[in-house]
T-cell receptor, first 112, second 111 residues
Framework: DGGITQSPKYLFRKEGQNVTLSCEQN?????MYWYRQDPGQGLRLIYYSQIVNDFQKGDIAEGYSVSREKKESFPLTVTSAQKNPTAFYLCASSLRGAYGYTFGSGTRLTVV | GQQVMQIPQYQHVQEGEDFTTYCNSS?????IQWYKQRPGGHPVFLIQ?????EVKKQKRLTFQFGEAKKNSSLHITATQTTDVGTYFC???????????FGTGTLLAVQP
């Protein structure tokens, strides 16, 4: 079955550490996205990529970095520069920008 | 910047009652999408509307896209406990044509 796999499901990080969240899709989708969701809040766009080796900043890109070396993979690094990284991180993909998004099951990141 | 607001933020209904959530954009949208997120889960795509004034139905769910393509609504007839979750609208619009998510409406259904 096709889908998006995010790992790990839960992640604990010490302050000052960088962590990388994995996102892999086998849907052959061109576009991939990273969103952040805080408790009781909506989704805020961090980064998105519409094609391999190209990506754009979303609304809250500061303190985050991404890469898109393969069509299937879009990892997100949460750097120590991100002041409030504790959140639920969701990866999504779509066939092209104007189609419905398929979301992964998310990674809950907690800074301890 | 472009904003998409939803009302109400929260709705508590008795099972069997109807429910409606409204979505309003500050700019004209090229399309509107609706997603459902169960508690502790991830958003799941429900539907996309593209045409002005379009109405689509999925069983007990009715989706509308406004004539001006700046607002939308989701109506659930005779709610069930399985309808519990947060409903998000999302629209493409503006110069970048990014998908902007609404603020969401949390629906609680009491059996």
């Amino acid at each position: 079955d096709g889908g998006i796999t995010q790992s790990p499901k839960y992640l604990f990080r010490k302050e000052g550490q960088n962590v990388t969240l994995s996102c892999e899709q086998n849907l052959n989708h061109d576009a991939m996205y990273w969103y952040r969701q805080d408790p009781g809040q909506g989704l805020r766009l961090i980064y998105y990529s519409q094609i391999v080796n190209d990506f754009q900043k979303g609304d809250i890109a500061e303190g985050y970095s991404v890469s898109r070396e393969k069509k299937e993979s879009f990892p997100l690094t949460v750097t120590s520069a991100q002041k409030n990284p504790t959140a639920f991180y969701l990866c999504a993909s779509s066939l092209r920008g104007a189609y419905g998004y398929t979301f992964g099951s998310g990674t809950r990141l907690t800074v301890v | 910047g472009q904003q998409v607001m939803q009302i109400p933020q929260y709705q508590h209904v008795q099972e069997g009652e109807d429910f409606t959530t409204y979505c309003n954009s500050s700019t004209t949208l090229s399309n509107i999408q609706w997603y459902k997120q169960r508690p502790g889960g991830h958003p799941v795509f429900l539907i996309q509307l593209v045409k002005s004034g379009e109405v689509k139905k999925q069983k007990r769910l009715t989706f509308q896209f406004g004539e001006a393509k700046k607002n939308s609504s989701l109506h659930i007839t005779a709610t069930q406990t399985t309808d519990v979750g947060t409903y998000f609208c999302a629209g493409h619009g503006g110069a970048t044509n990014k998908l902007i998510f609404g603020t969401g409406t949390l629906l609680a259904v009491q059996p």
